[in-house]
């Protein structure tokens, strides 16, 4: 009698358990990652330089927004599994991520003249109503925004008026178009590969 009475208890709490989380291989992690893709797409209406500045907030974005999907599944006791299934994720993420940044990339390149003539536009609108808003081309080297943010820079505070956030941007997009020289040809080189591995392979 106390047995079945146990065993009836045990069965009860056991029927109320949640189901075991299902492994890495049953999460969507390439759907998700489409999704995140799909939603964080980089605005083409601004300068080259955002799309590095996107490219390299990429990877914590993608981390966040996986960490939380994942959690949802796996819950507390997953993050020690999430560490130990991380190289099994890294591999999914590099199955879809490359062609989103491709196609970002081309999307990017294509309106290059689109957005210099609007930033052309808006310094000229701003010079009609007495606004001196420098113009820096999208074109520019960095050499030549330096050059550039220096000219602003040497200018008297007074006419430079509310121009600091301008300056510090600018510098900004140097570093970034610098420091990205190499990428463009190192891309085409990089993509080539990953297809011919993953769509041809």
């Not at 020690?80 to 940044?101: N, Q």
């Not at 301008?166 to 080189?189: F, G, N, S, T």
Request: proline fraction near 8%; charged fraction near 40%.
């Amino acid at each position: 009698m106390v047995r079945r009475s146990l065993k009836r208890r045990i069965d009860e709490i056991y029927s109320r358990l949640p189901p075991p989380p299902p492994p890495l291989e049953e999460l969507p992690i390439e759907t998700w990652l489409a999704e995140i893709m799909e939603a964080n797409a980089p605005h083409h209406n601004q300068y080259d330089e955002d799309f590095w500045r996107w490219l390299e907030e990429l990877p914590d974005d993608i981390y966040r927004s996986l960490l939380e999907r994942i959690y949802e599944v796996w819950g507390t006791a997953g993050l020690k599994k999430l560490r130990s299934e991380a190289a099994e994720i890294t591999e999914c993420v590099m199955k879809v991520l490359p062609p989103y940044i491709d196609r970002y990339w081309r999307r990017f390149q294509a309106r290059k003249g689109e957005r210099d003539e609007r930033q052309r536009a808006w310094a000229e609108l701003s010079a009609k109503v007495g606004a001196k808003v420098p113009f820096f081309p999208n074109t520019d080297t960095p050499e030549e925004i330096r050059r550039r943010v220096d000219e602003l820079e040497a200018k008297p505070p007074k006419e430079r008026l509310g121009q600091d956030w301008v300056i510090k941007c600018h510098r900004e997009r140097a570093d970034l178009a610098e420091r990205y020289q190499r990428w463009p040809k190192e891309w085409r080189q990089f993509y080539a590969a990953w297809r011919v591995e993953n769509e041809e392979g």
